[in-house]
């Protein structure tokens, strides 16, 4: 049995000062509890959000103090397991969101998750919807800065990226000693956009384990997940959004890879993929996907030295 860290341990702020609930060693495997980004406060029961309190918005549980870490490092989470509970919920709510001007009406929907399916009420009939949980807060402290959980940016947080799914995994840039890593909001399903301003938001347990990885100057927050790398890049707009991400992902095809800039440029405009994370939280977050096979066809396997993969 793996250390367990419980979902009354969260935080609302991913802040240098925040004092650690865990520690672990690195590679060593931590179950992390977290509560839906409502902080469990809606259930079908007491679903009109009278008393809710909107300070408790976007728990993410933790902080976890990683053994070894230093400032400046870059740290990998593998994202293990993830395990959603069996029912999600959205919630429309006037004036906000990309649909803004088309929501009028204040809903809470529940979804039952039955066998890996999202099932859906609408006005034509029930839906199943195949799910892809997601963890859509995911970060460490940054260096000098105090940033909402609602707030996606370049330690992480609300960047809502539906690839960061269990067997992916995403680097971090280390603001402090420890890392003080947190994660929270799970979606059990979401497209790119999260145009609602919600996915199916879920309480869940996330499995991971962390580890240093020798890759100096690595563009983060990047993920790893299967056939791909992608850099994430959050901004007040989408347009300085992918301006962000195009620039770290040639930073990575130059710096990390080590291709020339003009082969990096053909690569990314013939097999690399600009992508709408979501366009909802404070900042927009946008990625910039290359695929794996291109740079394992050029000799790059792999983020970091020769001891990075946990035994
Ligand atoms: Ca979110
Ligand atoms: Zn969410």
């Not at 963890?135 to 609602?150: K, Q």
């Not at 879920?202 to 890759?215: I, L």
């Amino acid at each position: 049995m793996n250390k367990i860290l419980a979902k009354d341990k969260v935080i609302y702020a991913f802040e240098p000062t925040l004092e650690p609930v865990i520690t672990v060693d690195q590679c060593e495997v931590l179950t992390i509890e977290t509560m839906d980004c409502f902080a469990d406060q809606i259930t079908p029961e007491n679903s009109d959000m009278d008393g809710f309190d909107w300070t408790r918005v976007n728990p993410a549980t933790g902080p976890v103090y990683i053994r070894g870490v230093k400032p400046g490092d870059i740290v990998r989470i593998d994202i293990l397991q993830i395990q959603i509970a069996g029912r999600a919920l959205m919630a429309t709510i006037p004036g906000a969101g990309a649909l803004s001007k088309h929501i009028v009406d204040a809903e809470r929907t529940f979804l039952d998750i039955v066998n890996n399916h999202a099932v859906l009420k609408t006005g034509r009939g029930e839906l199943s919807i195949p799910v892809n949980p997601m963890v859509g807060v995911i970060g460490v402290a940054p260096a000098n800065a105090s940033i909402p959980t609602g707030t996606p940016d370049a330690h992480g947080g609300n960047m809502d990226c539906r690839l960061v799914t269990e067997g992916s995994s995403v680097y971090f840039t280390a603001g402090v000693e420890g890392g003080l890593f947190a994660c929270g909001d799970l979606h059990a399903v979401m497209g790119d956009g999260e145009v609602l301003i919600c996915g199916a938001e879920v309480a869940g347990e996330v499995t991971v384990r962390a580890k240093v990885v020798d890759s100096p100057g690595l563009p983060t927050p990047l993920v790893e997940n299967g056939g791909l790398f992608a850099v994430l890049a959050s901004a007040e707009t989408v347009d300085a959004a992918c301006e962000l991400a195009n620039d770290m992902m040639m930073e990575f095809l130059t710096g990390t890879v080590g291709l020339e800039v003009n082969d990096a440029g053909r690569l990314m405009t013939l097999v690399g993929n600009l992508r709408i994370c979501q366009v909802v939280d404070p900042l927009m977050t946008v990625r910039f996907e290359i695929p794996r096979w291109v740079l394992s066809d050029l000799g790059f396997d792999h983020i970091g030295g020769q001891d990075y993969i946990c035994s």
